[in-house]
């Protein structure tokens, strides 16, 4: 996530392996915004929050914001049969994405094997180095894997992250209206 200069104002976007997952223009001046790192921490939780959520219902979480041009997430495909059988023998459940949990961990706990969060002044990383999630989140067309994106950002974490940065940028005098 990144707070981006657009026309002198203060914007949010969220991109996903280079894809657009959400826009949005803020309106306050960009001039004004000096460090926005005192927030990302709560925004980050918010993030770990819409995995949990995403994981818990593998992968119907609802309205896809509209840059992402998903419209609405169903639930991830099923396993394959006879993964699935060999998963359950070898005691690792029906879960989809989670085998041993480590690309789980590393979405929703923080300082655990692959998060990644890494606050700066005017901007944000979040999410995982476990290197299979680029596999789910975007297999190629030579790969047999389903899309299954762990990453997932819906409308109302969108609203939810809006909601905490003008906060946040209110209660810290750093949000000086721009001319929209």
Known sequence: MAAVNSAGRLGLSFEIQGVPQMN???GAKISAI???RPIWKDVCRLLRKNEFDT???QGAVGEAAPESGVGTWGEWKELNKKYAARKAADGFGSKILIREGYLFRSLVLEKTK???FGP?????EYGTT???AAVHQRPKPTNKLPKREPLRITKVTVRGVVRLISKYLS?????ERANI
């Open 114 to 116: 692959g998060s990644v």
């Open 130 to 132: 476990i290197p299979y």
């Open 55 to 57: 994981f818990l219902k």
């Open 171 to 175: 209660d810290s005098g750093q949000k």
């Open 34 to 36: 000096k460090d926005l």
């Open 120 to 124: 700066h002044p005017l901007w944000m």
């Open 24 to 26: 949005r223009v803020l």
